[in-house]
T-cell receptor
Framework: DAGVTQSPTHLIKTRGQHVTLRCSPI?????VSWYQQVLGQGPQFIFQ???????GRGNFPDRFSARQFPNYSSELNVNALLLGDSALYLC?????????????FGEGSWLTVV | AQKITQTQPGMFVQEKEAVTLDCTYD???????LFWYKQPSSGEMIFLIY??????QNATEGRYSLNFQKARKSANLVISASQLGDSAMYFC?????????????FGAGTRLFVKA
């Protein structure tokens, strides 16, 4: 079975542009969460979606938004990119939206803002 | 404020020996989950082991075991019989419930170097 898949794997954007990152969860998983990992730090929670509804949001500005589709795939959108948005963006899926369930991560999307 | 603390930025261990990676946490939520993930240089986060706050026994998964001391709020990872392939970043994480969902907080990580 395929794991969590993310696209694109690498991309370069300029300041002020917009970016869309995509994530397909493990088959049967209904929960998707997004994390930002800046070089040298641990991942920071951005969003969690379950059954197409936002269930959790971290301390990120409104430039960050996301959505989950009927097939449970998800998009993360970032507007008005800043140099500080350069990071590895990780998507994770789990079978349910509860805290006890293991989440499985994709390989991430490496975003560089220049 | 909820947080995860990993005080060891880097650790060295000789191949085939055991190593303990430290993790302490702070939360007021009575229901939480503790996780350890391995992150190789490729970037992917690999799940290693899980411990629920109400679990009575320490979790074990193959060569990985979690030394859970609830009163001290610590959840150290023990890797037995280290292998060269264990060289990577290791993150301790805590899952807390939100209304209808959850959030996960990660520590800063510990880089493990396994020496031949």
């Amino acid at each position: 079975d395929a794991g969590v898949t993310q696209s694109p794997t690498h991309l370069i954007k300029t300041r002020g542009q917009h970016v869309t990152l995509r994530c397909s969860p493990i088959s049967g998983h209904k929960s998707v969460s997004w994390y930002q990992q800046v070089l040298g730090q641990g991942p920071q929670f951005i969003f969690q979606y379950y059954e197409k509804e936002e269930r959790g949001r971290g301390n990120f500005p409104d430039r960050f938004s996301a959505r989950q589709f009927p097939n449970y795939s998800s998009e993360l959108n970032v507007n008005a990119l800043l140099l500080g948005d350069s990071a590895l963006y990780l998507c994770a899926s789990s079978s349910r939206g509860q805290s006890g369930n293991t989440i499985y991560f994709g390989e991430g999307s490496w975003l560089t803002v220049v | 404020a909820q947080k995860i603390t990993q005080t060891q930025p880097g650790m060295f261990v000789q191949e085939k020996e055991a190593v303990t990676l430290d993790c302490t946490y702070d939360t007021s939520d009575p229901s939480y989950g503790l996780f350890w993930y391995k992150q190789p240089s490729s970037g992917e986060m690999i799940f290693l082991i899980y411990q629920g706050s109400y679990d009575q026994q320490n979790a074990t998964e193959g060569r990985y075991s979690l030394n859970f001391q609830k009163a001290r709020k610590s959840a150290n990872l023990v890797i037995s019989a280290s292998q060269l392939g264990d060289s990577a970043m290791y993150f301790c994480a805590m899952r807390e419930s939100l209304t209808g969902g959850f959030k996960t907080i990660f520590g800063a990580g510990t880089r493990l170097f396994v020496k031949a």
